[in-house]
């Protein structure tokens, strides 16, 4: 079996950056992985349903779809006055992607989902959760990396801990009812995310 692909916690340096508060909020994330991962069956085998639980790639976990996604509401990273939920995505396939300035592998696959979200326009919403990160800092990585789909601040990882994120970066698949039907932990190339999306939502992305 291949070796899960590997996940980024904050580095030490930002430390001197974040308040107590925010480590804190880290730290009730991992536990709060923990549980959920136990939940949601993530350590491999056959779900209940009898789906395959790994594809693709050795990070990816294909969900029963009988656990609806967490709610949530935050506000924009790009405006903070706006606030966006997942309520108003019911009846869209969903992209939920948890990343930061400071997760390296970030740099490689948000780009790569910019050119796949260009490509399916409106058929699959993805949004990306900027946490536990300060907002400079998640507003210079958008404009390196030119990535223009819907995001979101959770500045204490919130979000994070009920979708059990420890490491970063995960993507969430999130069917139009709402449910989550499955978890990518590390980075996901082009590629995969075309056959992942595919897969999960039965939509061809096509070439390009």
Same mark, same amino acid.
Request: aromatic share 8%.
């Given at each position: #079996? #291949? ?6 916690g ?11 508060v925010?480590?804190? *909020?880290? *730290?009730?994330?991992a536990l709060? @992985? ?22 693709? $790639?050795? &990070? %990816? ?17 790009s ?7 997942l ?5 869209t396939?969903? !992209?939920?992607? %948890?990343?930061?300035?400071?997760? !390296? ?7 790569? #989902? ?6 399916? @326009?409106?058929?699959? *919403? %993805? ?10 800092? *998640?507003l210079? %990585? !958008?404009?390196?990396?030119?990535v223009?789909y819907t ?7 919130? !979000?994070?801990? $009920? ?16 449910? #989550?039907?499955?978890?990518d932990?590390?980075?996901?190339? $082009? @590629? ?6 595919? $897969? ?5 992305? &096509?070439?390009?």
């Amino acid at each position: #079996m #291949m070796d899960e692909p590997t996940t980024q916690g904050p580095p030490r340096y930002a430390k001197r950056r974040r308040t107590i508060v925010v480590v804190a *909020a880290l *730290a009730l994330g991992a536990l709060s @992985g923990l549980a959920i991962t136990k939940a949601l069956g993530l350590s491999g085998g056959a779900s209940q349903s009898g789906r395959r639980t790994t594809a693709i $790639q050795s &990070g %990816f976990t294909a969900l029963d779809g009988s656990i609806a996604a967490p709610s949530w509401t935050l506000p924009l990273l790009s405006d903070p006055a706006k606030r966006i939920s997942l309520a108003q995505y019911r009846g869209t396939p969903v !992209v939920l992607n %948890f990343w930061a300035s400071w997760c !390296v592998p970030c740099q490689t696959e948000m780009p790569a #989902m910019e050119r796949v979200a260009q490509l399916l @326009g409106s058929r699959v *919403a %993805f949004i990306g959760i900027n946490t536990a990160d300060q907002s400079s800092d *998640a507003l210079a %990585f !958008v404009a390196k990396t030119g990535v223009t789909y819907t995001l979101a601040f959770d500045p204490l990882s919130t !979000v994070g801990s $009920q979708y059990g994120v420890f490491g970063l970066p995960v993507t969430v698949f999130i069917s139009p009812a709402g449910k #989550m039907i499955g978890r990518d932990v590390g980075a996901i190339t $082009q @590629g995969d995310l075309k056959k992942l999306i595919y $897969q999960e939502f039965k939509i061809s992305v &096509g070439k390009a």
